[in-house]
Each structure stands twice: as structure tokens, then as C-alpha cells.
């Protein structure tokens, strides 16, 4: 079983930055690749970035590509005390498309990083509300 918990989100002007982190726990082969999607109202769910926990390679999709920074380190969940892949999302730049529920997956490495990565596992999602 995969736990992922996430936390940060919040509201930010336009122009300002907001860190997003995940702690990914639990069965280590169904979470080695770990992404954030986003969904704004009316919306379908989009692809934001993933992050081979491996190797650390990064996709980013191309809406956020130059302004977001996704990153891995090993951390230990608050919760469960698991040890477990940290991961965090640096938003920087942030503007009001970013408006969205922010969601936390995990999945297999085969279709990490080409665009089409289709998580096993799901966050509960944080909202992120960017004001102009």
C-alpha cells in the first residue's frame, strides 16, 4: 500500500511562489515515480510534472516548464514514521492559470517522464489560489 501526504498550497498574489510537498511511503516499486497533477474548476485534470525518485530526472509539462522545480529527497512521514521519497514542487512565477487542486501521485517508472504518466496511487489534493 502507497500513503501519500501532502501539504502546503495556500494563496499567493501573481508574481509570488508557493512550495508544495508530498511524502510518498509504502510499497517502494508501485511509488518509484512521483508527479503532481492539478485540476482547475471546469477543467480536466492536467499533468504538472514527475519525478523519477531514482534518478531524480524531472518531466515538466510545458505550461509550467522554466517556472516550476519539482525535487526528491528521503524523508520520513510525520504519521506513520515510514521512511519514505520526499517530494517537493517549487512554484515560482506563479500566475491566475496556476488557480487549481493540486494533487500528489505515484505509479510504476514506464511512462514517468514522456507526458503520459498514469499514476497507480492518489493525494487528497491542496488547493493553490493565485490572485491577481
Known amino acids: 500500500q502507497v500513503r501519500l501526504e501532502e501539504s502546503g498550497g495556500g494563496s499567493v498574489q501573481a508574481g509570488g511562489s508557493l512550495r508544495l510537498s508530498c511524502q510518498a511511503t509504502?510499497?517502494?516499486?508501485?511509488?518509484?515515480?512521483v508527479g503532481w497533477f492539478r485540476q482547475a474548476p471546469g477543467k480536466e485534470r492536467e499533468l504538472v510534472a514527475t519525478?523519477?525518485?531514482?534518478?531524480?530526472?524531472?518531466?515538466?509539462?510545458?505550461?509550467?516548464?522554466?517556472r516550476f522545480t519539482i525535487s526528491r529527497d528521503k524523508g520520513r512521514s510525520s504519521a506513520s514514521r515510514e521512511n519514505g521519497d520526499l517530494v517537493d514542487l517549487q512554484m515560482n512565477s506563479l500566475n491566475g492559470d496556476d488557480t487549481a487542486m493540486y494533487y500528489c501521485?505515484?505509479?510504476?517508472?514506464?511512462?514517468?517522464?514522456?507526458?503520459?504518466?498514469?499514476?497507480?496511487?492518489w493525494g487528497q489534493g491542496t488547493q493553490v489560489t493565485v490572485s491577481s
Open positions: 509504502g510499497d517502494r516499486y508501485s511509488r518509484i515515480c
Open positions: 501521485a505515484a505509479g510504476l517508472f514506464a511512462s514517468c517522464l514522456g507526458g503520459d504518466f498514469s499514476p497507480l496511487h
Open positions: 519525478i523519477d525518485t531514482v534518478s531524480a530526472v524531472p518531466y515538466y509539462s510545458l505550461s509550467v516548464e522554466g
